[in-house]
């Protein structure tokens, strides 16, 4: 059997070749971004998310560490963190898997097919059992507004602080903002 740097690096050059958009975080090859699209036919569909991997030294040994960085409604997923509560990752995990399984299989699966009686997102995991339609249309308002694909590039740019005013807040005197001063 291979290293598994070696196993790391050829995994990687797999889920590239694979049509996967992957960005590097750093010169490493442990941790980076892939581009994630929602399930064809699930409420999902149309939702693109930059899912965050993290290749442990042990891999394919021991699992990736996976979370979704843009917002997404699901029960087995932390909403504010991202985190992904998936068995095969989690506690199936055999070195036969590699990383196209991860995104061709087992997170379609587990957007496809939720398990709300484990959930990460409670509200989630009630909502779905209570009122599946209701549901649905959460998790496809989720995507429109968290899920686009300028979502999942880079963070957009922060306004300066002189952007932010307009040009006749930033033109007026102190003068003008405080009133005139009485006779």
Known sequence: MSSPSKRREMDLMKLMMSDYKVEMI???M????VEFHGP???PYQGGVWKVRVELPDAYPYKSPSIGFVNRIYHPNVDEMSGSVC???INQSWSPMFDLVNVFEVFLPQLLLYPNPSDPLNGEAAALMMRDRTT????VKEYCEKYAKSE???APPEEKSSDEELSEEEYASTD???AGKADP
Do not use: I
Not at 30 to 33: A, I, M, P
Not at 135 to 138: A, E, G, H, L, S
């Open 135 to 138: 549901y649905d249309q959460r």
């Open 175 to 177: 003068d003008e903002v």
């Open 40 to 42: 064809k036919e699930s």
């Open 30 to 33: 442990q941790e980076f971004y």
């Open 26 to 28: 750093n010169d490493g």
């Open 86 to 88: 998936l068995d095969v």
């Open 151 to 153: 979502d999942a590039g």
